[in-house]
């Protein structure tokens, strides 16, 4: 029997103009979009439509951003097929992507979820300016390769880390600037197939997010958490919760532990699911199953 997940893009997969198409012909999306409007204090349609580009792709609102166009485009799907949406059987997002997915396994109601999503990119952004530090990916190497680079590049006091375990030879390494440099030179001259610098504002998934922590969990305190009516892949350990108290240790946890996105993507394999909708902006998430299991029914409904 077919088993459907729906999977929510994190931060990176922004783009100006998102979100446009959807309020133009979609009441429901247009809907989302006045009531963000309505929590965050300025015009997020607006923001996402036009930009700039360089606001847009600020932690402060590229995570609100996101977080909105993608559950507008669930409702693009939902107008199209509401049997399927209400007939999903998993969720799961690329970090930021899994208060969305909560969202629609109703674990977390639309504007208290933005209100933390909110607070939680003004905690990383604040994080991320105390220090320099950034992100980069490793194509072409398996996870031991990459944490031997990343030992190699890594000074004493230095931070340097695998931050996104994305799909087979996909890995992500955050730390400060300094080691991130480093560890690019390595990654290329051990013969990497792709070294990618990502525009993103700081190390994101290591402990150079602790100050974000203390913020988070004051966000996260005040937030009614429902048990799901789906399971929600967490992407600290990669399994479902059903324990509210439980999933809001696991998303302070998450700022500062691993992404581990290919061991979700096995687990719910593992579970039968055959298909898969990316809901959002982009298609990374395709691009990384793809790697994973090429074989399979994957498809995009656009933000």
Known sequence: MSKTALLFPGQGAQTVGMGRELCTRLPAARELFERAAAVLGYDLAQLCAEGPAEKLNSTVYSQP????????????????????????????????????????????????????????????????????????????????????????????????????????????????????????ALAEQAGAMKVIPLAVAGAFHTPLMDSAVDKLKEALADLSISPPRIPVISNVDARPHADPEEIRQLLVRQVVSPVLWEDSMRYLLEQGVDRLFEIGPGKVLRGLMRRIKRKIDFQNVPG
Do not use: H, K, W
């Open 65 to 184: 951003a996101l977080f909105v166009t993608s559950l507008a485009a669930l409702e693009s799907l939902r107008e199209e097929s509401a049997d399927l949406v209400a007939g999903t059987e998993f969720s799961a997002g690329l970090s930021l992507g899994e208060y969305t997915a909560l969202v629609f396994a109703g674990a977390i109601d639309f504007e208290d979820g933005l209100r933390v999503v909110q607070r939680r990119g003004q905690a990383m952004q604040e994080a991320a300016d105390v220090q320099p530090s950034g992100m980069v990916s490793i194509l072409g190497f398996e996870r031991q390769q990459v944490e031997d680079i990343c030992q190699q590049a890594r000074q004493e006091g230095e931070v340097l880390q695998i931050a996104n375990l994305l799909c087979p030879a996909n890995i992500v390494v955050s730390g400060d600037t300094a080691a991130c440099q480093r560890a690019t």
